[in-house]
């Protein structure tokens, strides 16, 4: 296939060069890969820690047949095909948070942020996958130490960054077009059995910046996470942050 990489050595995020691409007709499942970012961001407006040479930072350009609507859905079919892809190499259990961190034990790995162009005839998607890969747990600032981790350090298993940018994009793709044909509910099953939170108890921060508490139920066909609150309340959580309770980021 036709891809037209980007390779940097630094940029401020891969997601905006890969949007740039976009704009520019780029074709579908071109990456941009960057050894390092210097405003790597982050779901909800955070940052991406992004230090040179030990992670992977890269975008996807992707240009999938599916309606407008179904766009937001992208990130959990990013996220099933990144938890297989890493499971695959690192050999140990691999877990997604809801809509799409990636988890190894207890901790975060890896994060997707997915992006938008919903042009009527023109439109695309920007997926942006950060995998900690070979951080040690000196790489990591005060404030991560509790909460990231790398597949090095739970698995020992070194990954060579950009070998992995040329394999998750098959997987990637072949996850879209899995969801191109066969629809959003094999996607759904595929993301279940990566869930790492189903049946524990959650705290999620509306937009509101209300915090409300309960048990998730997993997402629903429509990629919601539906979360059951003490009064046996169903609660459907569209956006915002999901944290274990008692742990709000
Ligand atoms: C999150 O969990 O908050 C999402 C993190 C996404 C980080 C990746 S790194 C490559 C791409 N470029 C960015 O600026 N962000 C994404």
Same mark, same amino acid.
């Given at each position: ?109 890896? $994060?997707?942020?997915?992006?938008? @162009? !919903?042009?009527?005839? &023109? /439109?695309? =998607?920007?997926?942006?996958?950060? *995998? ?85 139920? $997993?997402?629903?066909?429509?990629? @919601? !996470?539906?979360?059951? &609150? /003490?009064? =046996?309340?169903?609660?459907?959580? *569209? ?11």
């Amino acid at each position: 296939m036709d891809y037209r990489d980007i390779f940097l050595k630094s940029t401020d995020s891969t997601n905006r060069v890969a949007r740039e691409l976009g704009e520019q007709g780029g074709v579908h499942g071109s990456g941009v890969f960057a050894d390092t970012q210097t405003g790597g961001r982050g779901r909800l407006g955070r940052a991406w820690f992004s230090p040179p040479g030990k992670n992977l930072y890269c975008s996807y350009l992707v240009r999938p047949d599916i309606a407008l609507a179904e766009y937001p859905k992208l990130t959990m079919v990013a996220g099933v095909a990144a938890a297989q892809c890493l499971q695959e190499i690192c050999t140990i259990p691999v877990g997604l948070k809801w809509p799409n961190d990636l988890y190894i034990k207890s901790r975060k790995c890896g $994060g997707i942020l997915c992006e938008s @162009s !919903l042009a009527p005839g &023109d /439109s695309f =998607g920007v997926i942006g996958i950060g *995998i900690n890969c070979n951080l040690s747990d000196s790489d990591l600032p005060e404030e991560l130490k509790d909460i990231a981790t790398s597949v090095l350090i739970e698995s020992g298993v070194a990954i060579d960054p950009k070998k992995l940018f040329v394999r998750l994009r098959d997987t990637l793709l072949g996850a879209v077009r899995d969801f191109e044909k066969q629809g959003f509910s094999k996607i759904l099953t595929r993301w279940n059995r990566f869930d790492a939170f189903r049946g524990t108890h959650m705290t999620w921060v509306r937009e509101d910046g209300k915090a409300v508490a309960g048990i998730s139920l $997993g997402p629903d066909l429509d990629g @919601s !996470l539906v979360v059951q &609150d /003490s009064d =046996g309340n169903r609660h459907k959580v *569209i956006s915002g942050d999901v944290t274990l309770a008692g742990s709000v980021a």
